[in-house]
C-alpha cells in the first residue's frame, strides 16, 4: 500500500527565504565594513573588495565543511568548528572596530597591532582552506574504503565453494557409506595380519601384500630371486630401484619393501651359491 508524501510544514518555504534574504543583506553589510577595514589596513585598489570574501567566505566554505564531516571523527569535527569560530570572531571584531573607529573620529585610523593582525587574515585563510580540503579529502576516502569493503567480502564469500551436502545429510550418506567402507578395508587388514604373523627371519615374506594405493605384487619369487641375481653377477650389487625397474620391464608390479628385502638375501648369498644358480 503506498505511503502518503510527507506533508509539509506551513510557512516553511516563507522560512527559508527569509534566512536567504537575511543572510544576504548581513552579507551585503559585513562586507561593505571589512571593505573600509581593508582600505584602512593599506590594500590598494580593487584588491579591496577581494578582503571581505576572505573572511566572510572562510565562514561559508566552514559551515559547507561542517555539513560534509558530520560523521567525520569528532577530532576532525572540533577542528573545523574551531576554524569557523575564528573566522566568525574576527568578523564580527573587524566589523564592531570598523564602527567604533568611525564614530570616533571622521576618518577610520588603526593602530599598529590591528593593522598587522588584520593583514595576517588573508594568508592565515589560505592555509586554514588548503587543510580544510585535505580533511574533507581524507574523511571521503575514508568513507569510500568502508563502502567498498562489504562488496569485497561478498566477493570473497561468493568464489568459496559451499560444501555439497548439508550437515545433516553428510552425516546420512556416511552412516550408509560405512558398511561398503568396512568391506573394502578387509583385504587390507588381511594382508597386514598376514605381514604381522610372518617369522622376522624368513627374508623372502609371502607376497601378495597390497601397496599403497591398493597394487598387488605379481612378481613371482623365482623371478624376483634370479633377477635380482644376474644383476649381483654383472654388477656386483643389487641397488631396490634397479630391481624394482627390471622386474617392472618384465611386465610385473612389487612392492618397494619387497625388493629391498630381496635384494639384501642376495646379497648375502655366497659368491659360489649366485654364480652356480645364474649358470643353471
Do not use: C
Not at 199 to 208: D, I, V, Y
Not at 231 to 243: I, N, W
Amino acid at each position: 500500500m503506498p505511503t502518503d508524501a510527507p506533508t509539509a510544514i506551513p510557512g516553511s518555504a516563507a522560512i527559508r527565504v527569509g534566512i536567504a534574504l537575511l543572510g544576504a543583506i548581513g552579507f551585503t553589510l559585513s562586507y561593505d565594513a571589512l571593505r573600509q577595514m581593508a582600505v584602512a589596513i593599506h590594500i590598494r585598489g580593487l584588491l579591496t573588495y577581494l578582503f571581505p570574501l576572505v573572511i566572510d567566505g572562510f565562514i561559508a566554505i566552514g559551515v559547507i565543511a561542517l555539513l560534509i564531516l558530520r560523521t567525520a571523527p569528532l577530532r576532525s569535527r572540533m577542528y573545523v568548528w574551531t576554524l569557523v569560530g575564528i573566522a566568525t570572531i574576527t568578523s564580527i571584531w573587524a566589523n564592531a572596530l570598523h564602527a567604533i573607529r568611525l564614530n570616533e573620529q571622521t576618518r577610520l585610523y588603526l593602530d599598529n597591532a590591528t593593522v598587522g593582525a588584520l593583514s595576517a587574515i588573508a594568508p592565515l585563510a589560505l592555509a586554514g582552506a588548503v587543510h580544510l580540503y585535505l580533511v574533507i579529502n581524507r574523511h571521503l576516502a575514508a568513507n569510500n574504503a568502508r563502502a567498498e569493503a562489504p562488496s569485497a567480502t561478498s566477493a570473497t564469500e561468493a568464489a568459496t565453494p559451499e560444501p555439497s551436502l548439508p550437515v545433516g545429510q553428510e552425516e546420512t550418506y556416511g552412516a550408509n557409506a560405512a558398511p561398503s567402507a568396512e568391506a573394502s578395508d578387509e583385504p587390507e587388514a588381511e594382508a597386514e595380519t598376514a605381514i604381522a604373523e610372518e617369522p622376522a627371519a624368513n627374508p623372502m615374506p609371502k607376497r601378495g601384500g597390497r601397496k599403497k594405493g591398493g597394487r598387488k605384487t605379481t612378481v613371482p619369487d623365482d623371478v624376483l630371486l634370479a633377477t635380482a641375481r644376474a644383476m649381483r653377477t654383472q654388477t656386483g650389487k643389487v641397488p631396490r630401484t634397479a630391481l624394482e625397474d627390471a622386474i617392472r620391464d618384465k611386465g610385473y608390479t612389487i612392492r618397494r619393501e619387497l625388493a629391498q628385502q630381496a635384494a639384501d638375501a642376495v646379497m648375502a648369498e655366497p659368491d659360489s651359491a649366485v654364480t652356480t644358480t645364474h649358470a643353471a
